[in-house]
């Protein structure tokens, strides 16, 4: 049985939904409307020259409107502008978060198996 979360939303009252196990939370904002809970996974981060400059997780909209409601994995990238070198050190930075990536993949496989959950 999933466990459940209150998340508080934009209505008299909070609202209470299925929580997947791998949910980290669920933003500092919180939703304003039911299609607006997003579940988050924990950040897999990637770091470049001391800084990071991406993130990637597990993520579900459950109540979405306007994406899928099954998990997937959600990737933000930072833009930098690099000279040469730069360049290719950030491309061995991202051969290496490459393997991060694989594996959220298939901790996705294993969720989207069971059901989504």
């Given at each position: 049985?999933?466990r459940?979360?209150?998340?508080?939303?934009?209505?008299?009252?909070?609202?209470?939904?299925?929580?997947?196990e791998?949910?980290?939370?669920?933003?500092?904002?919180?939703?304003?409307?039911?299609?607006?809970?997003?579940?988050r996974?924990?950040?897999?981060?990637?770091?470049?020259d001391?800084?990071?400059?991406?993130?990637?997780?597990?993520?579900?909209?459950?109540?979405?409107?306007?994406?899928?409601?099954?998990?997937?994995?959600?990737?933000?990238?930072?833009?930098?502008?690099?000279?040469?070198?730069?360049?290719?050190?950030f491309?061995d930075?991202?051969?290496?978060?490459?393997?991060?990536?694989?594996?959220?993949?298939?901790?996705?496989?294993?969720?989207?198996?069971?059901?989504?959950?």
């Amino acid at each position: 049985m999933p466990r459940t979360a209150v998340v508080e939303v934009l209505v008299v009252k909070a609202l209470e939904v299925d929580e997947p196990e791998w949910c980290m939370g669920h933003g500092e904002d919180g939703a304003h409307f039911k299609a607006d809970v997003l579940h988050r996974g924990p950040d897999v981060s990637l770091t470049f020259d001391g800084r990071e400059v991406s993130v990637a997780s597990l993520v579900q909209a459950p109540y979405s409107q306007q994406s899928s409601t099954l998990p997937g994995i959600a990737v933000t990238l930072l833009a930098q502008t690099l000279d040469p070198a730069g360049a290719r050190a950030f491309a061995d930075a991202l051969t290496a978060h490459a393997q991060q990536l694989y594996n959220l993949a298939d901790e996705l496989a294993v969720l989207l198996a069971r059901g989504g959950q």
